[in-house]
């Protein structure tokens, strides 16, 4: 299948060669600080409204935000699938505008984007694959309350295709950059949405996690996002990826608008359609909001810093990490040592195992149906439930689906897997996870949450790509990116958030590092030798413990001093250069 945006390095060379520029590195200037001047923070925001939010009452307007940003998201590469036009926009803040400020919601103008996996009304959904887009009647709920809530929705963002992925490198739409480095790999599946808010285009965005594609992406883009506990937010309007195991989560600029946004759309959804929704069911309290908490950290042997970026960046790694727990403990955390080989043990069966064959169980049903809310997908539960059928034709196309190359190898090499396994097999691996489980919980038991890496390492996206454009296709690198995430959701669906927590900065131009193949990569690349990345760890805690843990996460965050994106890190980021802008790929 070609990929409809080719790579970044070519969409570059052929926007700047038409513009007769450059496809050079340059470096946003000390700060890495935009070319914005509004804070798209919803406390910031709020404030610029509130004083009149009217151009004539000198207080800033959506329609004066969005036309300011709309330039900079169009520019944006590889970030969204689609984009609104401007002339859309300005019809929304037109409403908006409009309304009396007593009636104004609580996202009342504020931008922000929507993974393409999640429906829209009237935008196309291709889980970023061409070949099985659809149009639905009508959003997701969460989607739609955060619209009731005021909210300006500016597109729809890229990701690995069928969110299959935490690399984000899998998309025949191009690769999503990396806030801090386009080089490196935005991580997936939500790499687009990430991108969005670490760039500082939107202020939130809404993603999917089933494995880790809330988290890992946070992390590589220096931005929050929130899992929340499995089951507390709708997932109606959610192309499945794992039905049993999937999330809508948010990514935001900080801990405080991300929990803002995640419990307006936790009052959302229900009813019978809502299969997947649960009641809470704590099992036990969580401590006191300021008080003392127990924490645990994976062992050492599960830190596996080693890795392409060479001995600095391991150095680096587990030096922010021990940094990262001495924060915890400041602000009340008490380390307790646990056994974690049952929570990596659980991680490997997601893809080492027959629960693989859910990817493809939930695919074929999306498939079958066309994205629509077709006979055959309600009687399984397959499907989203919101879409118009799919013509015939367009059915006949999609059922095959494994007899052509309309799905990318890699993905393509993942989801067929499922095949080799029979319902024996799924049975036995069942009564293994519910051992592995049980032994999990009892570690569990002993602690108030888990603090682990986001991710392990960063990756070159030509390391990746290399490694996974192989015949057959290998992934050991988007495995190990799973090292923290996979279990979660396999364990009920435990509490979740990805918070910044520290860079990463490395010379490959000198010392060690200069040896590493690596650094030959990024000598090639005409960009920086110096690099500097964000370092990301995840708070984990029991289900139904999301606000408790939110909170130790805006804690912890504060104590680290940290914001945003490149510019909230202190750094510059390294851009290639663009006097023109790669055209969205069209979904056909």
Avoid at 385 to 414: H, Y
Avoid at 463 to 485: H, I, L, Q
């Amino acid at each position: 299948m070609a990929r409809l945006g080719v790579s970044r390095a070519a969409a570059a060379a052929a926007a700047a060669a038409a513009a007769g520029g450059s496809t050079g590195y340059t470096r946003l200037q000390r700060g890495g600080k935009m070319p914005h001047a509004v804070d798209l923070s919803l406390s910031a925001l709020r404030e610029r409204y509130s004083f009149g939010g009217t151009a004539a009452s000198g207080g800033l307007t959506p329609s004066a935000l969005l036309r300011e940003l709309h330039p900079r998201l169009a520019a944006a590469p590889a970030v969204f699938i689609h984009l609104e036009p401007l002339a859309a926009l300005l019809e929304r803040c037109a409403e908006l505008e409009a309304q009396p400020p007593s009636q104004r919601g609580p996202l009342w103008g504020v931008p922000f984007a929507v993974k393409d996996n999640i429906d829209v009304a009237g935008l196309p959904s291709t889980a970023a694959c061409p070949a099985f887009s659809y149009t639905p009647e009508k959003s997701a709920p969460t989607v739609e309350a955060l619209l009731e809530a005021g909210g300006v929705m500016v597109g729809k963002t890229n990701l690995d295709q069928f969110a299959s992925g935490l690399v984000g490198t899998r998309s025949p739409y191009g690769v999503a950059p990396n806030a801090f480095d386009d080089r490196f790999i935005p991580g997936g599946s939500s790499s687009g949405s990430a991108a969005a808010v670490g760039g500082g285009l939107v202020t939130f965005a809404l993603g999917t996690d089933t494995a880790g594609s809330g988290r890992v992406p946070a992390g590589y883009n220096g931005c929050v996002g929130i899992k929340p506990t499995l089951g507390a937010v709708s997932t109606l309007g959610v192309v499945p990826a794992c039905a049993s195991l999937d999330c809508v989560t948010v990514f935001a600029r900080s801990v405080e608008d991300a929990t803002a946004v995640m419990r307006l759309m936790r009052a959302a959804g229900g009813g019978a359609e809502d299969v997947w929704r649960r009641a809470p069911a704590p099992t036990r309290p969580p401590p006191a909001t300021t008080g003392a908490f127990r924490f645990c950290t994976p062992g050492p042997a599960f830190l596996e810093w080693d890795g392409a970026g060479g001995p600095e960046m391991a150095a680096a790694s587990a030096e922010q990490f021990a940094a990262a727990a001495a924060r915890l403990e400041a602000i009340g955390g008490v380390r307790v040592d646990v056994d974690f080989a049952p929570f990596a043990a659980i991680a490997a069966m997601l893809y080492q195992s027959s629960f693989v064959a859910e990817r493809y169980s939930g695919l074929r049903a999306f498939l079958d149906a066309g994205g629509a809310q077709g006979a055959a997908a309600a009687e399984h539960g397959g499907g989203n439930g919101n879409g118009a059928a799919a013509p015939a034709a367009a059915l006949a196309q999609q059922r095959s689906l494994f007899d052509d190359d309309r799905l990318l190898p890699v993905t393509r090499a993942i989801i067929s897997g499922a095949g080799r396994f029979t319902a024996v097999d799924v049975f036995d691996d069942a009564a293994r996870m519910a051992a592995l489980v049980s032994a999990a919980n009892a570690s569990l038991a002993r602690v108030d949450m888990l603090l682990v890496p986001t991710a392990l390492e960063h990756y070159l996206v030509e390391e990746v790509e290399a490694e996974e454009g192989g015949s057959p296709p290998s992934w050991p690198k988007n495995a190990k990116n799973g090292r923290f995430t996979n279990f979660v959701n396999l364990m009920g669906g435990l509490a979740g958030v990805s918070v910044p927590s520290g860079v990463l900065r490395i010379d490959y131009g000198s010392g060690a590092s200069a040896l590493t193949p690596r650094a030959r990569l990024l000598a090639a690349s005409g960009g920086p030798l110096r690099v500097a990345l964000p370092f990301g760890v995840t708070l984990l805690a029991p289900c139904w413990h999301d606000d408790w843990l939110w909170g130790v996460a805006a804690r912890m965050v504060a104590e680290a001093k940290l914001g945003c994106g490149p510019q909230g890190h202190g750094v510059a980021a390294a851009v290639r250069a663009r006097t023109a802008a790669p055209a969205l790929a069209a979904a056909e």
